[in-house]
């Protein structure tokens, strides 16, 4: 049973950081192709930061240059560091793999705001 548990959000202003974690069961994050996805209320679910099974990553311009996907192997856990928050980036963060995705855990809320 393919399961993943979203941890690390909360609130935090313009310009703070969180660190993401994603601790998967059932599967093997360094298997597959990665990402991590947010949704805003009212938005459609977006992929914000991807990393392959070679470990290439990639991400979309908007969060370009302030989060980093990683993940540690031996704790089978992925992680998204977020770096100068800002209000835009308010939304409930999943992770998954990228493909035969259509198990989904909670999810964890990050909310920027002053």
């Known amino acids: 049973q393919v399961q993943f548990v979203e941890s690390g959000g909360g609130l935090v202003q313009p310009g703070g950081s969180l660190r993401l974690s994603c601790a998967a069961s059932?599967?093997?994050?360094?298997?597959?192709?990665m990402a991590w996805y947010r949704q805003a209320p009212g938005k459609q679910r977006e992929w914000v930061a991807l990393?392959?099974?070679?470990?290439?990553?990639n991400y979309i311009a908007s969060v370009k240059g302030r989060f980093t996907i990683s993940r540690d192997g031996a704790k089978n856990t992925m992680y998204l560091q977020m770096n100068n928050l800002k209000p835009e980036d308010t939304a409930v963060y999943y992770c998954?793999?990228?493909?035969?995705?259509?198990?989904w855990g909670q999810g964890t809320q990050v909310t920027v705001s002053s």
């Open positions: 998954n793999r990228i493909s035969q995705n259509n198990i």
């Open positions: 059932g599967m093997i994050i360094g298997n597959s192709a």
């Open positions: 990393i392959t099974q070679a470990g290439n990553t």
